[in-house]
């Protein structure tokens, strides 16, 4: 196998977004999402949805860009593997910018930018934020924890950094781990357990309201 070598191919690929527009004709505030392993857009922009309070604002579930069928059989994403991994988060940080872009180019909106991200998205919102060209005014991070190896979370303004109490893939250990990275880089952050597990409920989604609604202040 001494003969065999490996080679990367650019190539040019189509990116899913959901957009629910505000109620009213004022300038709104922006939420962008970002799904889980084996999700899709529909299912962030459910959970975005389902935040109270948020009438206002303009919602955005951006979709992954490596498709598979996931356990259920159903198509799902995943943002990536631990192959190439530099060359993905390039690719994907890329893919973020020009959808946000867009947004902020065809919507009406008056600036704000709160990126959220559950489990594996969690990460794609940390790396969006601190790597990415749109400055995000807060990021919230549902049962996913800080790229190891990512620094530069100074540039973060805001977090909202929430654990299900029962959650056996996002431990304590982690969660706590994450509080104190961001802040020992001087971020606001507000560590927020709740009573569930790897998902959402009534007790968090009233937390993140919460947390929104500092925005609209």
Not at 2 to 27: F, K, W
Not at 82 to 105: C, K, P, W
Not at 185 to 201: D, E, K, L, P, Y
């Amino acid at each position: 196998m001494n003969d065999v070598s490996a080679h990367a191919v650019p190539v040019s690929a189509h990116g899913r977004y959901l957009l629910r527009r505000p109620s009213g004709d004022a300038p709104a505030p922006l939420l962008a999402g970002f799904h889980g392993y084996g999700e899709c857009a529909e299912d962030e922009l459910e959970r975005l949805a389902s935040i109270p309070g948020l009438a206002g604002w303009c919602l955005c579930s951006i979709e992954a860009l490596h498709h598979f069928y996931n356990t259920q059989g159903a198509p799902g994403a995943c943002w990536m593997t631990s192959r190439d991994r530099e060359q993905r988060v390039a690719e994907n940080v890329a893919y973020v910018d020009t959808v946000l872009a867009g947004l902020f180019q065809t919507c009406s909106l008056e600036g704000t930018l709160v990126l959220h991200g559950f489990s594996q998205g969690a990460g794609m919102a940390c790396r969006s934020a601190v790597l990415g060209r749109h400055r995000a005014s807060g990021v919230m991070l549902l049962g996913g924890d800080i790229p190891p190896e990512l620094d530069g979370l100074g540039r973060v303004r805001s977090v909202h950094l929430a654990r299900g109490s029962r959650d056996p893939i996002y431990q304590e250990e982690r969660f706590r781990r994450d509080a104190s990275r961001f802040v020992d880089a001087g971020v606001s952050c507000r560590a927020v357990t709740f009573r569930g597990g790897h998902g959402v409920n009534r007790e968090y989604l009233q937390s993140a309201g919460d947390f929104l609604g500092l925005f609209s202040l």
